[in-house]
């Protein structure tokens, strides 16, 4: 019989997203018999359920940026309604996630949203479900939710995660892993290669500045700060799926031809290769990319809820520089431009996300 495997991802962003699908992809690599079906956790869980998680979200990262801090802190840091929370998450939610895995029969189940794991951990630890469960974890810390006890296994991308999974989750079988983002990034690339692959000229620095999927934070003001830093500078501006930002940016550099606006991209292999800096907003698969491509990090000015606890845990395990306004911004790339690369060779050759989901599989069976 095939092995059957259920990924539950979410609409929120390409961090959930894509490793989903590479997932997918390495499972069907190793094994062209397996049955893979990738479904919206959250969707799942109901229209209430989405409305708590999903819904808004856009909005509160754009305009209400105080507004999505605050409903992060009561939902996982502040254990009176973070506990609350959880039985209303499974109160709406728990019966369309049981009646999707009763539908497909998984032989596992992989997770890469942290709010269906939550869920899925806890009925997997009453017994209600009888397949393991895997959490493929993208962001580097404030991980409450991303791991639990119930979960069977932890794929981290961060070696630097393992001790904050194993206090959740002591139990767990953790494995740092690849294939959880674009395959490209287990291959190395020069910077040469990589430069005049995309049509970067081959000296001077270049600076890239992303907002995540919904092109949040100061984008802009990046921008302007990286072409101060260098007068012969390229900068790159990513504003991901955002039209509207993408319009704005383009208009305000119409006359800056060493600044290049673009939408949502394929390319950041090639780009975080071609690179010397990251100026990033949102934390996660991005960040952890740049430092697999050897491109220095800057989490730059949005520095709200769970990006608050990655910027913390970039300054302690010292991953990145983190500047919370224009002017440290400035200093921070100042530094980050005298510092050499350093790719991460060894990334290429950890176990595979896919390979350890079926060894998981195989070990229940």
């Not at 539950?8 to 062209?32: F, K, Q, V, Y």
């Not at 260098?230 to 940016?249: A, F, M, N, T």
Request: net charge negative; proline share 5%.
């Amino acid at each position: 019989m095939p092995t059957r495997v259920l990924i539950l991802s979410a609409g929120i962003g390409e961090g959930h997203n894509l490793p989903a699908r590479m997932i997918e992809t390495g499972l069907l690599e190793i094994d062209p018999q397996c049955e893979v079906v990738i479904c919206d956790g959250v969707a799942e869980m109901g229209r209430v359920a989405a409305l708590l998680i999903d819904d808004g979200s856009d909005l509160m990262f754009d305009r209400f940026n105080w507004l999505f801090d605050g409903v992060y802190f009561l939902a996982s840091r502040f254990d009176p309604t973070r506990k609350f929370g959880q039985w209303l998450a499974e109160r709406v939610g728990r019966k369309g996630l049981l009646q999707l895995i009763t539908a497909q029969r998984p032989d596992v189940i992989v997770c890469t949203h942290p709010a269906a794991t939550d869920l899925l951990g806890r009925l997997r630890q009453r017994g209600e479900l009888a397949a393991p469960i895997a959490s493929a974890i993208t962001d580097l810390a404030g991980l409450r939710y991303w791991a639990h006890p119930g979960v069977d296994l932890h794929l981290i991308t961060e070696e630097e995660s393992r001790a904050e999974v194993e206090q959740i989750a002591p139990q767990s079988q953790i494995v740092c892993v690849r294939g959880m983002t674009s395959r490209a990034f287990e291959l190395p690339l020069s910077q040469a290669d990589a430069r005049a692959v995309i049509d970067m000229p081959a000296e001077g620095p270049l600076v890239v500045v992303s907002g995540g999927g919904w092109a949040v934070g100061d984008l802009g003001g990046a921008a302007e700060v990286a072409l101060a830093a260098d007068s012969g500078g390229r900068v790159v501006v990513l504003c991901g799926r955002s039209e509207p930002v993408r319009q704005r940016l383009t208009k305000a550099f119409a006359l800056a031809p060493r600044v290049k606006v673009v939408g949502f991209t394929d390319r950041m292999p090639e780009l975080l290769a071609a690179a010397d800096v990251l100026v990033h907003s949102t934390a996660g698969l991005t960040a952890f990319e740049a430092r697999v491509r050897g491109c220095q990090l800057i989490s730059y000015g949005w520095g709200v809820a769970h990006i608050r606890l990655n910027n913390e845990a970039y300054q302690r395990f010292g991953l990145a520089e983190v500047a919370a306004d224009r002017s440290a911004l400035a200093d921070a790339l100042k530094s980050a431009l005298q510092r050499p690369r350093s790719a991460d060779l060894a990334y290429g050759a950890r176990p595979s996300a896919a390979a350890e989901v079926l060894a998981l599989a195989g070990a229940a069976q």
